[in-house]
C-alpha cells in the first residue's frame, strides 16, 4: 500500500487558470506537509498542517492555499497560476509533537504554460 | 540569515570505497539534523536523524556525525555500490509554535562507478 500519494502525476495548464492537487496519506500521521522544488531542485517548505494549526512559509504568495477535508488528506489549491509556478510539489506527512521522520509522496510535475 | 550548503552538488567515487558528503549550516542551531535520499522522479526517503547531544549515529553501512560547533555533519556511505548513486539531502529542523518544519540544503548527487 502507497503511504503518502498525490494526484495528478503531471498537470499541464495555462496561466491565468485555478489548480488542484491532491495528497492522501494512510500512515496515521497528524501533521501533513506541502513542498516545492523547482528546477535547480531545490526543495523548500511551503506549509505545514496538523489539526491544531496552519503554519505558512512567508514567502508563499496567498494565491496558494491548503484545504484538508480531514486527517488523511491535505490538498493544495492554487489560483491565478503563472509560470514561475511550474515546478515539483510534494506532500509528506509525520507524526506530530517531535522532529520526526517524513514521509513524502511521489511528487505532482506541475507546468505552466 | 539562515543558510545549509552542502559541499558539492555532484560526487563521484569507485564502488566499494567510502563517500563522505558535508552538511555545514550557519546562522542556526538545529536541535536535529536528517537525512534523506533523492532518486530521479521520486519523492525523498528518510534515512537517519541525529540529534544535538548525538555525535554519531550509524545504519547499516551509513553513518552521520554532527558537530555542532563546526556547525557540520558529515555523512558516509561504507562500501559503496552504484545502487547507492542517488541525489543526498541534509535537513535541518526548527520547532516553532508546536510544529517541526525541515530546511533542507540542495543536495549532493552522489554517482558510485562500477
Known amino acids: 500500500d502507497t503511504a503518502v500519494s498525490q494526484t495528478p502525476k503531471y498537470l499541464v495548464t495555462q496561466m491565468g487558470n485555478d489548480k488542484s492537487i491532491k495528497c492522501e496519506q494512510n500512515?496515521?500521521?497528524?501533521?501533513m506537509y506541502w513542498y516545492k522544488q523547482d528546477s535547480k531542485k531545490f526543495l523548500k517548505i511551503m506549509f505545514s498542517y496538523n489539526n491544531k494549526e496552519l503554519i505558512i512559509n512567508e514567502t508563499v504568495p496567498n494565491r496558494f492555499s491548503p484545504k484538508s477535508p480531514d486527517k488523511a488528506h491535505l490538498n493544495l489549491h492554487i489560483n491565478s497560476l503563472e509560470l514561475g509556478d511550474s515546478a515539483v510539489y510534494f506532500c509528506?506527512?509525520?507524526?506530530?509533537?517531535?522532529?520526526?521522520?517524513?514521509?513524502f509522496g511521489p511528487g505532482t510535475r506541475l507546468t505552466v504554460t | 540569515s539562515q543558510k545549509i550548503e552542502q559541499n558539492s552538488e555532484a560526487l563521484n567515487i569507485q564502488e566499494g570505497k567510502t563517500a563522505t558528503l558535508t552538511c555545514n549550516y550557519t546562522n542556526y542551531s538545529p536541535a536535529y539534523l536528517q537525512w534523506y535520499r533523492q532518486d530521479p522522479g521520486r519523492g525523498p526517503v528518510f534515512l537517519l536523524l541525529i540529534r544535538e547531544n548525538e555525535k554519531e549515529k550509524r545504519k547499516e553501512r551509513l553513518k552521520v556525525t554532527f558537530d555542532t560547533t563546526l556547525k557540520q555533519s558529515l555523512f558516509h556511505i561504507t562500501a559503496s555500490q552504484p545502487a547507492d548513486s542517488a541525489t543526498y539531502l541534509c535537513a535541518l529542523t526548527r520547532s516553532g509554535a508546536g510544529s517541526y518544519q525541515l530546511t533542507f540544503g540542495k543536495g549532493t548527487k552522489l554517482s558510485v562507478i562500477p
Open positions: 500512515l496515521g500521521h497528524d501533521t
Open positions: 509528506a506527512s509525520s507524526q506530530a509533537g517531535g522532529p520526526y521522520e517524513q514521509y
